[in-house]
């Protein structure tokens, strides 16, 4: 690896200002709240810590930055770009023996080295990663160079030799899978952050920043979050909860002391020549509303749904009932399902499919069976304090979309709102009837958790 110069593996002293705050602009457009004092704090840190140990330095930076550990999944990728390990690629121009990669990889993965499997990762994107037609290659990619290098296909090879080495004691056959898949993990990363690393050198850094990074769980699109993604959101809901809590308990406070009676604070100014010195407020009786959530649990749109769900229940001391029902072509009650004594989030899919009549004949949506369903069988559920939440993308499979279902719904709830996952400028494309809907009731786009907690913030009745 070639090095440009001594500091922080290659970020020149004279730019890490540029760097610093790259890093911190990088960081905000992923959604880091990051202020003024906090970049000083991070100068000040570089300044103390010095260039010199990278890994004291991202340690440094993310204690200055951060706001908690799940921001790390950003930071780290980010780091990686404004303060790489080195820059060029590395030494010699010797080709690449992709059998001798693989081997040398299989030893360092059954010995768990993984700076033996950092060096590899550059050798490895150096060979296989690079694509173009120049003579200088115009730029690398870490998916062509795993389809190429296949680390997945070693775990036999791997757990062998961890087994002949005598490393697996402790390990179950099924323990042991899972701990090489581990630090084949580790090694896909390394080698997503070297093709990344080179990509920013020849291209616009803040740009790679910016774009060539996943962002945080909160900002994925629910329709294309992975199980993963899914998990880590099921791990927030708690955490949330108790914020959107505070948040509605501050609104219920100030919407308790009423708003001020206009007639009867200037009938009271009279002994003051006309200023109104003491305003008063026409009082409120607190009524704690309920709350009811239609929820569409078909195909990508259930990972929305659950969520939204678990969340709501998270916060039902705050609401005198809550009621949960689901569909698909068909709909009902689910309420008992998803109660504080119900374990597993990540299995509530699965537990409504099994315990739940949501299909007919077919398993695909239909909205406007289910909304007509729920019209007949649950019209006691809905009354005057009840708002009502649908959710989902309003993809009717061409059916009819049942609009005086919904007109009905309106006419009986104090208010409704529609929740959908897909981007504004999908609606009333295709199959969707989200525009027809979107004329009877509230509809408002909720792609990420982020949109999530500020719409259910603010839309919740106090």
């Given at each position: 690896m070639n090095a440009a110069a001594p500091a922080a593996g290659g970020a020149p002293a004279d730019g890490v200002a540029d760097r610093i705050t790259g890093l911190v602009g990088a960081l905000r457009s992923h959604g880091v709240r990051i202020g003024t004092g906090e970049t000083v704090d991070a100068a000040r840190a570089v300044a103390a810590l010095g260039l010199a140990d990278r890994e004291r330095l991202r340690e440094g930076l993310a204690a200055t930055l951060l706001h908690g550990p799940g921001q790390r999944r950003v930071f780290d990728p980010v780091f990686e770009v404004y303060f790489p390990h080195g820059v060029g690629g590395p030494d010699g121009t010797a080709p690449a023996d992709r059998d001798g990669l693989r081997d040398?990889?299989?030893?360092?993965?059954?010995?768990?080295?993984?700076?033996?499997?950092?060096?590899?990762?550059?050798?490895?994107?150096?060979?296989?990663?690079?694509?173009?037609?120049t003579t200088a290659t115009d730029g690398w990619s870490s998916y062509q160079t795993l389809d190429r290098l296949r680390p997945q296909t070693l775990l036999a090879r791997v757990r062998d030799a961890v087994r002949a080495g005598g490393g697996a004691e402790g390990f179950t056959d099924r323990l042991l899978e899972d701990e090489i898949r581990r630090r084949v993990e580790v090694f896909r990363k390394q080698v997503a952050t070297e093709a990344r690393r080179r990509v920013a050198e020849r291209r616009d850094r803040d740009e790679i920043a910016r774009r060539a990074i996943a962002p945080t769980a909160d900002r994925v699109d629910f329709l294309f979050a992975g199980r993963d993604r899914l998990a880590e959101l099921r791990k927030a809901v708690q955490p949330l909860a108790r914020k959107l809590a505070t948040r509605l308990a501050a609104r219920r406070r100030r919407a308790h002391r009423g708003t001020v009676d206009l007639r009867r604070t200037l009938r009271g100014s009279l002994s003051t020549g006309g200023v109104p010195m003491r305003p008063v407020l026409r009082r409120r009786r607190p009524v704690r509303p309920e709350l009811v959530l239609l929820c569409d649990v078909s195909g990508s749109v259930s990972g929305f749904s659950d969520f939204t769900m678990l969340l709501v229940q998270a916060l039902h001391d705050q609401f005198s009932k809550v009621r949960v029902f689901a569909f698909v072509n068909r709909v009902d009650e689910v309420t008992g399902l998803i109660g504080p004594g119900r374990a597993d989030p990540e299995g509530l899919s699965a537990r409504i499919r099994a315990e739940a009549e949501i299909t007919g004949w077919h398993g695909s949506s239909d909205y406007g069976v289910a909304l007509g369903e729920f019209a007949e069988r649950y019209t006691a559920a809905v009354g005057?304090?009840?708002?009502?939440?649908?959710?989902?993308?309003?993809?009717?499979?061409?059916?009819?979309?049942?609009?005086?279902?919904?007109?009905?719904?309106?006419?009986?709830?104090?208010?409704?709102?529609?929740?959908?996952?897909?981007?504004?400028?999908?609606?009333?494309t295709g199959d969707s009837a989200a525009l027809a809907y979107a004329d009877l009731v509230e509809m408002h786009e909720c792609r990420n958790a982020g949109q999530l907690s500020a719409l259910i913030g603010r839309l919740l009745p106090v």
């Open positions: 040398r990889l299989a030893a360092a993965l059954a010995a768990d080295d993984q700076a033996l499997m950092g060096r590899l990762a550059i050798e490895a994107v150096d060979g296989f990663g690079g694509y173009g037609g005057s304090r009840t708002t009502v939440f649908v959710l989902g993308d309003a993809r009717t499979n061409m059916s009819d979309p049942n609009l005086s279902a919904v007109r009905r719904l309106n006419r009986q709830a104090r208010r409704v709102y529609w929740l959908n996952p897909e981007a504004r400028s999908q609606w009333g």
